[in-house]
């Protein structure tokens, strides 16, 4: 699991000229974007624990989603979701909690009382965390950022048993990373800073997360993250 392999090939995303699946047939769907950073958080959890035939993977194409997907599945028609003993959970949050309680594979959450409270005090900050990166891309988005990565880079010091921000990996790497990956290649690519830059514990930690599979066989492409942005929160030049 620490070693980068081959990436999986993925079925295509569902489009609204797609069939749906055989609902509610006793199969575990996980229903995705591969491009949303919310559903990667369910999609990494998956890997991880080793599920990938326990949890079927379902992709949305979310400009062209088809309707089937609110009407019979998901009124939020969002995702992530999952289909799971006959009725269909949401929540990116809930959900990857609910996976690692509720399915085999290596325990994601840590049954030490000091980790257990600080990881839910991470859990209950990343929300924040992702509102205020994107709160900086409209100003001075260096300048913004930074205090947000400096709390990211005083968490990682918390426990020293390993790089992770509990040590081992956890449900809290897996809630923030999606978001600090969009932001490391964004502050690269656009605005010429690395995010690393003076924070060797995150350094070590993305270093580290892109050691392991599960992980990496959700990356995006980092071009694809790049247009994102431009198109849908920067200012247009």
């Not at 070693?3 to 199969?27: A, C, E, N, R, W």
């Not at 990881?119 to 924040?128: G, K």
């Not at 913004?144 to 040590?167: R, V």
Request: with cysteine.
């Amino acid at each position: 699991m620490a070693t980068i392999g081959v990436k999986p090939v993925l079925p295509p995303p569902l489009t609204s000229t797609s069939q749906p699946p055989p609902l509610f047939d006793g199969t575990t769907r996980l229903y995705v974007s591969y491009s949303c950073p919310f559903a990667q958080r369910t999609w990494i959890t998956r890997n991880y624990k080793g599920l990938q035939n326990n949890i079927h993977l379902v992709p949305i194409d979310l400009q062209n989603r088809p309707a089937w997907y609110k009407e019979k599945v998901y009124p939020e028609n969002k995702v992530p979701s999952l289909e799971h003993n006959g009725k269909v959970l949401g929540e990116s949050l809930d959900l990857i909690k609910y996976i690692d309680a509720n399915f085999d594979g290596p325990p994601l959450f840590p049954n030490d009382p000091a980790k257990k409270e600080f990881a839910e005090q991470l859990l209950s900050h990343v929300d924040t965390f992702t509102k205020e990166l994107f709160v900086s891309l409209k100003g001075d988005t260096v300048q913004q950022s930074s205090p947000t990565f400096e709390f990211l880079e005083n968490a990682l010091g918390k426990f020293d048993d390993g790089p992770f921000l509990l040590g081992q990996l956890s449900l809290v790497d897996i809630a923030y990373i999606p978001f600090v990956e969009r932001f490391h290649i964004v502050l690269a690519e656009v605005f010429k800073h690395d995010i690393t830059e003076g924070r060797p514990k995150l350094a070590t930690w993305i270093e580290e997360l892109n050691k392991i599979d599960a992980y990496t066989q959700t990356r995006v492409d980092p071009q694809e993250i790049v247009d994102l942005f431009k198109n849908r929160f920067l200012p247009k030049q």
